[in-house]
């Protein structure tokens, strides 16, 4: 495949929608200061980076359509546009894939702003050279030992009184943590979103959806930084790396500025 055959053959969809509760955020987690800046707006501007995305729908949650406009109004080079989200995650995503008319979709959660557009470009440009596949997901392999408990975890993580019992050690070569982007053929994602309503509803990820309809989902390992912002502690460190690349931004365009200036005359052909 040429790269060319990616050139905005995508739309993004990031689901915003969610509620900020376990960041303690006091409102969406979208719209959390993150560097100076609103969280979305950092995947926004990966997405406006990214030469496979053409334009971007927002899943906003009910009654905050506006502050998600405001969010996105300094991103330069994207159509953004912003659809009220649902119930819960895949809902939203359904309702943002409606005005979607491009054959591929990258799906994208607002919590995860340490984006970048290579990554965007290289799982389109993944799914565009397998025919065969409906959808390539960013995902890490684990690096934890993998323990199984014999209870569910309570809905509000609740430790039991001396802890859990492992009722296995599960072993880790096979195990990946999937995160986003996800990207997907637009017909195969609708497709699976016609499932039954509470496995829609249950699923944690869009790719459970699509290989619970058949289609083969591809994994590509995502650089470590990919983070998902969760808890406060990762605010903390998402702010730290978004300094480090300004800082390491800065010092390319410097390092550009001293060798233009420093090029001896003529090396171009040019007369000075």
Known sequence: MRRSDAARAATAIVAAAGSGERLGAGGPKALVELAGRPMLSWSLEAFAGSAAVSACVVAAPPARESEIQDAAAGIQGLEVS????????????????????????????AARPLVSPPLVDSLVEVLLDRPDAAGVIAASPLTDTIKRAREPRPAGGEMPRGGRIVAKTLSRELLWAAQTPQVFRADALREALFAEPHEVAAASDDAMLVEKAGGKVLMLEAPAENLKVTTGLDLRMAEALLRERAAAAARGREANLGGAASAPPGRDGSEC
């Open 82 to 109: 912003v659809v009220t989200g649902g119930r819960f995650r895949s809902e939203s995503v359904a309702r943002a894939l409606e005005p979607v008319e491009t054959p591929i979709v990258a799906v994208h959660d």
